[in-house]
């Protein structure tokens, strides 16, 4: 059992470094901006890499779904989520909204703090009641979409076909975060069948803290360098 | 099994527990951001870890990629840029753009630098020159078959909200039939390094000829993914009248 609490130590501390894809990359985005016209398979493979290795999204969900047993509160859990973050990415590309990409990254690491601190009983231990987790996830799930969409608008896309192509990104989205979900549950609901489990849930959400603080002070500090 | 252990923790932690746990994630956070994180994404260094760790390197690779040997010394990097006079504004009637002003005045720096690649079937190459804004650039290239190319410029101070590493401004983009050449005046919109990606998507080998004079101080090469700053060559190099005789036209 303690070889699972390393093992989930290194995946918080190591992940960052290993996802570092996480932005669009480079010849992708040469994709992107040359691309005229529907292209629905590209897109939602985008949407589905951007979720899978983006390491911030995942670190939320890993929050999110911590204490969720019950398969039926993980799918509406989720939902809400998506719900969130489909408005923001579509009405964001849209509507042309440009959201600070540092800022709108700060506040998805704030949401890994959030969950974590949450999940430690904090918000009950220290204001007395529980604020309510569906709206928080609700309200995190419309950040993180802000936060899609500006990566997305990082690129002139072509008018052309637009609505097929941020719909497909966002369905692509969709898709890498259930391919990624079914790999955290997997892990999660073996962990749980382990003695150790409730033993090392405080010290690995305080590992997921870290993991959002550092998100939280890397966004940060590049809003006031770069 | 489960069972007992769930009960165990039925109790919440303590807010002391809360605190000091918090406290701790905060702290750590802390000491990798700043040992680490900030060192090899922006090059910032409190600490000096970043140098020790060679975790900087990451940093300068990302931004400026010059090495030191490359580094333009101290009395050129603080001449202020040149100021760009307007030089053409669009005629009414869509004609000829009318010419505003005919130079840009270099205090100097003027170099010349002339290549021959061969890029193998589906090899790609990059040759960028460093610009300050408002320098000019004539430039020619010629290939034996045709390449996709995108001529483009990584400004050294990019935009709000832009990511560090990977923004660029795209000028000229053939990636569907390619040209075997291309030859114009160029005057950087921004300082950075500004060229070409050319790729060979025909199955034999192509030989990329690329000259051009300008005002630049070093050269951005990258071959393979490896990237490298190499120095231009001296104008003097070009031998000068009269060892080139001349040759009556009329």
Redesign the interface.
């Known amino acids: 059992m303690s070889r699972n609490l390393l093992l989930c130590l290194i995946l918080v501390i190591v992940l960052p470094v290993g996802a570092l894809a996480h932005n669009v990359s480079k010849r992708d985005a040469t994709f992107v901006q040359s691309n005229s016209g529907s292209a629905i398979a590209p897109f939602l493979y985008l949407g589905a890499k951007h979720m899978v290795t983006g390491y911030d999204h995942l670190l939320f969900l890993v929050g999110v779904i911590f204490f969720l047993y019950r398969l039926r509160d993980v799918v509406q859990y989720v939902s809400l989520f998506t719900i969130g973050h489909s408005l923001t990415l579509l009405g964001g590309v849209l509507g042309g909204i440009h959201a600070n990409s540092y800022l709108v990254d700060a506040i998805i690491g704030f949401s890994v703090v959030y969950k974590a601190f949450d999940n430690m009983d904090g918000f009950k231990r220290f204001l007395g009641f529980q604020p309510s987790t569906r709206l928080a996830v609700l309200i995190f799930g419309l950040f993180h979409g802000f936060g899609l969409a500006t990566k997305l608008q990082e690129f002139t896309l072509a008018k052309n076909g637009l609505v097929t192509n941020i719909v497909s990104f966002n369905i692509g989205v969709e898709i890498g975060q259930v391919l990624a979900l079914t790999g955290v549950l997997i892990a999660l609901s073996y962990w749980r069948t382990r003695p150790g489990f409730l033993q090392h849930a405080f010290l690995t959400n305080t590992a997921l803290m870290v993991g959002g603080f550092m998100l939280v002070g890397y966004q940060l500090t590049g809003y006031f360098v770069a | 099994?489960?069972e007992?252990?769930?009960v165990?923790?039925v109790q919440?932690?303590?807010?002391k527990?809360?605190a000091t746990?918090?406290v701790?994630?905060?702290v750590?956070?802390?000491i990798?951001?700043v040992t680490a994180?900030?060192p090899a994404?922006?090059g910032?260094d409190p600490l000096g870890t970043g140098k020790a760790l060679h975790l900087t390197d990451l940093a300068s690779a990302g931004a400026a990629r010059v090495p030191e040997k490359a580094a333009p010394s101290p009395s050129e990097s603080t001449e202020p840029p040149a100021t760009i006079v307007p030089v053409l504004e669009p005629a009414s009637d869509g004609s000829a753009p009318v010419v505003k002003g005919t130079f840009i005045a270099q205090k100097r720096g003027y170099k010349v630098d002339s290549r021959e690649i061969k890029l193998k079937a589906g090899e790609g190459t990059e040759i960028k020159y460093n610009m300050k804004k408002g320098a000019g650039m004539v430039y020619s290239w010629t290939a034996s078959d045709k390449l996709l190319f995108?001529f483009h410029g990584e400004p050294n101070v990019?935009p709000?909200?832009?990511?560090?590493t990977?923004?660029?401004e795209?000028y000229e983009?053939d990636?569907q039939s390619g040209k075997n050449e291309g030859h114009g005046t160029f005057v950087a919109p921004s300082s950075g390094i500004h060229g070409w990606f050319w790729e060979n998507k025909t199955p034999n080998e192509v030989t990329l000829k690329v000259v051009s004079a300008g005002f630049y101080d070093w050269i951005f090469l990258n071959r393979d993914n490896k990237e490298t700053a190499v120095r231009t060559m001296d104008p003097d190099v070009i031998p000068a009248h009269p060892k080139v005789p001349d040759e009556a036209l009329r």
Do not use: C
């Open positions: 099994m489960g007992e252990s769930y165990v923790t919440p932690p303590s807010r527990r809360i746990a918090t701790v994630a905060l750590i956070a802390g990798l951001l994180v900030l994404e922006y910032i995108e990019k709000v909200g832009k990511s560090s990977d923004y660029y795209t983009l990636n």
